[in-house]
């Protein structure tokens, strides 16, 4: 055995997090926890994942409820496409008469990548697969001292190959959750506890000061700005809803009355007058002209919301109707209480809970 990994698992054996997926070898309730963890931190995944189990057992259950149940549940952990994913793959896995127990075929479930099928091979079925996610490309890349950047496809091959070289014969899944809870306890991506870690010795980062330096990554992304204008249409106890289409942010989630103003600089989005938009009829596709009476309240403006990549500048308008207005298509009049029924954006949630109360 490698003398890293001797390391790591006695590490793990005094230092090893109790979590309840870790108590159970369900491949159901190890699936849902991945599928949970991909975006989430633990302590808040760990409830979603009680709700879960709590609501759907079993594969069967998840299986037979529809999409905007699930989505209504994954409320507020974000990335939504998971829930649907996840919804998506509870279907396939109850028309077969098992859960898949290979690597190759749990990985062609979907929203299930090579890190997440790794994962459940290993903890569920016990198979010795070596499972890469950011906290072993973190750990490994200081110890070993390895400069290859960590998202490009030349250093996700180099670390696939590393940690299944590392992998201890018949201990996949402590191997597996050790160099989790190592990246995510000790060999922090900030102030990591260098000082008292057990891999002094061997780290080629902390032997030469570059532990700041590594893991090494290509260039970023660029970040988007986005201006949201939402108009809180309530007329006589109904509100004005709509479901977003594909290609886009919040695929299938539910939300008001919607402007957008994509603008190339943050002063161009923060200085947008929103009468520009009343003034010009375009601007309201479907709130014909007479029909645009009512009171209008700005309830809340400038609400900052960050998604990967993207920030987000959202206004939020209360506009109220003595008697409705005609609608663009796609758009609903649904009972004022019955917002909880639908599964929306968090940040929509928040623009919401701006709302005075007694007005929600």
């Not at 998971?82 to 896995?93: D, G, K, P, V, Y």
């Not at 032997?207 to 090494?216: A, F, K, M, Q, S």
């Not at 949201?228 to 509100?239: A, D, E, P, T, V």
């Not at 009171?295 to 920030?311: D, F, N, P, Q, Y």
Request: hydrophobic share 40%; glycine share 6%; aromatic share 12%.
């Amino acid at each position: 055995m490698h003398h890293f990994t001797t390391l790591l698992l006695e590490w793990f054996a005094q230092n090893s997090r109790s979590l309840p997926w870790r108590e159970t070898n369900d491949p159901y309730a190890i699936w849902l926890s991945e599928i949970i963890l991909q975006q989430t931190r633990v302590q808040q995944g760990m409830d979603y994942w009680y709700r879960f189990m709590q609501r759907w057992p079993d594969i069967e259950s998840l299986a037979r409820s529809s999409e905007d149940e699930v989505l209504r549940m994954w409320q507020g952990l974000g990335y939504y496409s998971r829930a649907r994913h996840l919804h998506a793959a509870a279907r396939q896995i109850a028309s077969m008469s098992h859960f898949p127990d290979t690597y190759g075929e749990i990985r062609q479930l979907k929203g299930v990548g090579d890190y997440t099928a790794a994962a459940i091979a290993s903890f569920a079925f016990g198979l010795p697969v070596a499972a890469v996610d950011g906290n072993v490309y973190r750990v490994l890349s200081r110890v070993f001292g390895i400069v290859t950047p960590i998202n490009g496809s030349e250093g996700k091959k180099e670390f696939a190959a590393l940690a299944q070289s590392l992998l201890p014969s018949g201990r996949s899944a402590d191997f597996n959750q050790a160099m989790m809870d190592f990246g995510s306890l000790q060999c922090t991506p900030k102030s990591p506890a260098c000082t008292m870690c057990c891999m002094q010795e061997l780290c080629v980062a902390y032997r030469e000061n570059r532990v700041g330096e590594l893991p090494v990554k290509l260039h970023k992304v660029k970040v988007t700005r986005r201006r949201l204008i939402y108009f809180y249409l309530r007329c006589n106890g109904y509100i004005a809803i709509h479901q977003r289409g594909e290609g886009d942010i919040w695929q299938g989630l539910w939300e008001p009355y919607l402007v957008e103003r994509p603008a190339e600089s943050i002063d161009a989005i923060v200085n947008l007058d929103v009468q520009d938009i009343l003034n010009n009829p375009d601007n309201l596709d479907g709130l014909h002209h007479g029909e645009k009476n009512g009171v209008l309240t700005l309830v809340a403006s400038g609400v900052k919301h960050v998604l990967t990549h993207r920030v987000l500048i959202a206004d939020f308008y209360l506009w109220q109707f003595a008697e409705r207005p005609s609608l663009p298509q796609g758009y609903i009049w649904i009972p004022e209480a019955d917002i909880t029924h639908y599964a929306i954006p968090r940040l929509v949630q928040r623009l919401l809970d701006f709302l005075p109360f007694g007005e929600r």
